[in-house]
């Protein structure tokens, strides 16, 4: 889900949708975009197709983070910011999530976003990440999982240690103790 400004200049959610659907992937993947720049209109669509849905293993959230202090965090949108609480309750259950929003890798928010969200696990960064190297982040990550195989957690631990350099200390991998499967 790509929830940033018109005016950025390039859309993270657009180039791993082309990079993901590229003739060579696997055809089994169903990738889908879509775009949000109002909270109204981002928690609706979450609350109407994936809390009743439940068609995804994996969610990407693309957008800008803010964090306020240690217990205050937000995922910002063009149109309105969200706090982990106002997420719709268990509209993650069953999925890993990768959240590519500046700071939101940060237990400000990551901690009462997997209560309210109750996600198997969530990969984001910890702090401000440009823009190519978070598209290197990603495209490396899913490709590990959606055409090797990896699962999230080995994913991460690769995509890790293959850009220590690039792009070092970013991302934080959190599983959901709280999640039964």
Not at 2 to 7: A, D, I, L, R, S
Not at 25 to 35: A, P, R, S, T, W
Request: hydrophobic share 35%; charged share 25%; aromatic share 14%.
């Amino acid at each position: 889900m790509e929830c940033t400004p018109k005016g950025d200049k390039a859309s993270e959610g657009a180039i791993l949708k082309r990079f993901l659907t590229l003739p060579d992937f696997i055809d089994n993947v169903k990738i889908n975009l879509v775009e949000y720049t109002n909270k109204r209109d981002f928690l609706n669509y979450l609350d109407r197709h994936i809390c009743l849905n439940r068609d995804y293993n994996l969610i990407h959230l693309s957008g800008h983070g803010w964090v306020e202090d240690k217990e205050t965090a937000f995922f910002h949108l063009p149109r309105g910011s969200v706090k982990p609480d106002e997420f719709p309750r268990d509209c993650f259950m069953g999925t890993h999530i990768g959240i590519s929003a500046c700071e939101l890798g940060k237990t400000a928010f990551i901690d009462p976003f997997i209560k309210q969200t109750c996600p198997v696990s969530i990969l984001g960064p910890q702090k401000i990440v440009g823009f190519s190297d978070a598209c290197l982040f990603w495209i490396n990550y899913y490709f590990l999982i959606l055409h090797q195989n990896n699962k999230p957690s080995t994913a991460y631990r690769k995509t890790k240690y293959l850009l220590k350099k690039e792009v070092r200390g970013s991302f934080q991998f959190f599983k959901n103790k709280y999640f039964m499967s």
